[in-house]
């Protein structure tokens, strides 16, 4: 009797446990999330950030972290404050910018116990200039715009949080208030994605994903970036999705871009560029098909892009309307029937494609 009591107790325990893992598995149930997602919303949310500002500005061209304090309210309406560490980061407007763009470094001890994981850095975008503070800061957000448009096109996109940021010298107590924007962690857009980051270089066009590769290619066309060589991999992520051997490129760093159009931008040398806003085809398609199918994504998505153009009240008036006819004449170029299509099959990166009248 106790023999086959034994058996009986031991097969429901591994009934029971396989039901509780089925159970789970179902469930799905959730990771914590990071510190980006705790206040990621599509509205702009205040952030606290005081430091030695002196010395951060002093230091931009180091690599040294200074202590700093954080303070922002999460998506739930908690006020959460945790000593960080800040630097400046970045490599050419790190080198002309006023106030540098910053690398946030969270405490994993103290993300632990906001029950928040260990992704613990993120990158800041900031206002650069401080002598002519409104076209700093429109340009700026004329570059999250850029983000926030591909990610409309593809969900391969980093995410970004506008934020409005009270600086508060701890020295001596001053204060500034400015815009910024918070950019997804590489590492949460790889979970996203199920992939790996990796850093590579010297690619050639057949390793990677096509439809993502081509959909780039021509988001970097429609904005006017030349600034993404991806024989060197500027301003390019690479990832490796789990389930293929087909790279995944993700674009980011906007600032060059004719969309933005800022003063400090440079033309390519390697085009025959008069401005920064003649548009150069850097990407191929090896066919007419593949040309038209990621054409019809652009087309398909028209209405919603020029709209978030048109209604993002941030900019002021004269930018969002340069920045909805500037993108307007993206589609006016794809949209004609004479458009030349061989230098998209060619991928002849040396010649302009100009709008046809």
Same mark, same amino acid.
């Given at each position: ?40 919303? +599509? #509205? &702009?949310?205040?952030?606290? *950030?005081?430091?030695? =500002?002196?010395?951060? %500005?002093? $230091?931009?061209? /180091? ?70 503070? +409104? #076209? &700093?800061?429109?340009?700026? *957000?004329?570059?999250? =715009?850029?983000?926030? %448009?591909? $990610?409309?096109? /593809? ?203």
């Amino acid at each position: 009797m106790l023999f086959r009591f034994l058996i009986l107790l031991t097969t429901s325990i591994f009934i029971l446990c396989a039901f509780s893992v089925q159970a789970f598995q179902t469930l799905n149930l959730p990771e914590k999330n990071s510190v980006f997602t705790s206040f990621y919303t +599509e #509205e &702009s949310r205040n952030v606290i *950030l005081e430091t030695d =500002l002196s010395m951060l %500005i002093g $230091n931009k061209k /180091t690599d040294a972290y200074q202590d700093a304090r954080i303070s922002y309210t999460d998506v739930n309406g908690n006020t959460v404050e945790q000593n960080i560490e800040v630097k400046p980061r970045g490599k050419y407007r790190r080198m002309i910018c006023d106030s540098p763009p910053l690398m946030l470094k969270f405490s994993k001890e103290e993300l632990a116990t906001a029950d928040l994981n260990d992704d613990h850095k993120l990158k800041l975008v900031t206002h650069c200039f401080e002598d002519n503070i +409104e #076209e &700093s800061e429109q340009n700026l *957000l004329k570059e999250f =715009l850029v983000y926030k %448009i591909l $990610n409309l096109l /593809t969900e391969k996109s980093y995410r970004v949080q506008l934020v409005n940021i009270t600086y508060i010298d701890s020295k001596d107590d001053r204060r500034l208030q400015r815009v910024g924007f918070i950019i997804e962690s590489t590492r949460e857009l790889g979970e996203r994605l199920e992939s790996v980051s990796k850093t590579l270089y010297n690619l050639n066009i057949e390793q990677l994903e096509p439809t993502q590769y081509h959909t780039v290619a021509m988001f970097q066309y429609m904005i006017c970036n030349t600034d993404w060589p991806l024989r060197v991999a500027r301003n390019i992520k690479t990832f490796l999705p789990e389930e293929t051997d087909k790279i995944t490129i993700v674009p980011y760093d906007f600032d060059f871009s004719g969309l933005v159009n800022a003063h400090y931008a440079k033309i390519n040398p390697d085009f025959n560029q008069t401005n920064l806003r003649e548009r150069v085809f850097m990407g191929k398609f090896d066919n007419e098909e593949q040309l038209n199918e990621t054409l019809a994504v652009f087309k398909e998505r028209k209405k919603d892009i020029i709209s978030l153009c048109k209604n993002f009240k941030l900019l002021n008036k004269k930018n969002r309307q340069d920045v909805s006819n500037f993108i307007r004449s993206f589609y006016k170029i794809i949209g004609n029937k004479k458009l030349r299509i061989s230098e998209f099959l060619e991928g002849n990166t040396t010649a302009l494609i100009i709008e046809n009248q």
